[in-house]
């Protein structure tokens, strides 16, 4: 099937500013499209099947037993014992089951939009050194995220039970609304080889933040307590108030390259950077 959902223009730009090569203004802009989660097709296969898919049995303390073995686990032995025996598939939800909803946005947005804008200027300062800078704008939109309902269908547990059907323990509404940014300033010095000596040195300012919760972390889940059990319009104006963990507010780092003893080339390296919190 053919679709321009997924067109990706990238164009960018080198100028001159004098003419002689010193002063050079680039610039850029790129959109990306990225692939659906791999969760997510295999839950609507998952739910197109007889047979699901959930847990049918957990063992953790010392004296639980060891499915199909009659042996306490603290007393199982790997390789000498049985292994677990793993019953068929179940085709009947149990209680405490997970619930997943398939969203309609997953089919009708384009996965993983990222649009990339950068500026910079590069500057020759003498013969053998020169100075980048660079500013960097990414913007990601579409992200799949989890969404917990649970709440929604909390009055409808003694419902289920009447009707005879499990009550769920969670119900999760996977869909395709998170958005995810990323601001980055960056300054570099390189000095080609000179006097048996080069550098190389680099310090970013940057951020990097997730609409209310990590983003392309497996699992995750918006964590805004505002959010309607009913409705996620309001996402459209949400604000991003979550540093990812990938946010570096403050990346230094320099490459020397020196030949020591003999003429053997020598290289050292060392960075200095700000984490985002735990």
């Known amino acids: 099937m053919t679709t321009t959902r ?5 164009i960018g730009f080198a100028y001159d500013l004098t003419g002689g090569a010193k002063h050079i203004l680039r610039g850029g802009y790129a959109c990306y499209y990225g692939n659906v989660f791999q969760n997510i097709p295999l ?4 739910q197109a099947n007889p047979t699901i898919y959930q847990g049918v049995f957990s063992i953790t303390s010392p004296t639980d037993i060891v499915p199909g073995t009659g ?3 603290g007393n199982w032995r790997y390789g000498v014992d049985p ?21 309609r946005s997953i089919a009708t947005r384009s996965p993983n939009n990222l649009t990339l804008i950068s500026m910079g200027r590069d500057e020759v300062l003498g013969g053998r050194s020169g100075v980048r800078t660079r500013a960097r704008l990414a913007r990601e939109q579409n992200d799949q995220t989890s969404i917990r309902r649970s709440m929604a269908f909390a009055p409808l547990s003694a419902a289920f039970v009447a009707a005879g ?19 980055g300033l960056n300054f570099s010095y390189r000095q080609r080889m000179t006097r048996h000596f080069s550098l190389n040195a680099n310090y970013t300012l940057s951020r990097a933040y997730g609409l209310g919760g990590p983003v392309r ?16 319009e309001h996402l459209g104006s ?3 108030s979550d540093r990812t963990p990938n946010d570096e507010r403050h990346h230094v780092n320099h490459q020397r390259n020196r030949p020591v ?6 290289r050292a390296d060392s960075a200095i950077r700000q984490c985002a919190p735990l």
């Open 43 to 46: 839950f609507m296969i998952q």
């Open 71 to 73: 042996i306490a686990l």
């Open 165 to 183: 059907v499990p009550n769920f323990g969670r119900v999760m509404d996977e869909e395709s609304i998170n958005r995810s940014r990323y601001d």
């Open 261 to 266: 003893a003999l003429g053997i080339p020598g």
């Open 83 to 103: 292994f677990p025996i793993i019953p068929p598939p179940l085709t009947a939800l149990v209680p405490g089951a997970t619930g997943r909803l398939m969203d």
């Open 217 to 232: 972390r497996h699992g995750r889940r918006l964590r805004l307590p505002q959010l309607s059990a009913r409705s996620t």
């Open 238 to 240: 949400a604000r991003f």
């Open 6 to 10: 997924t067109l990706s223009p990238r």
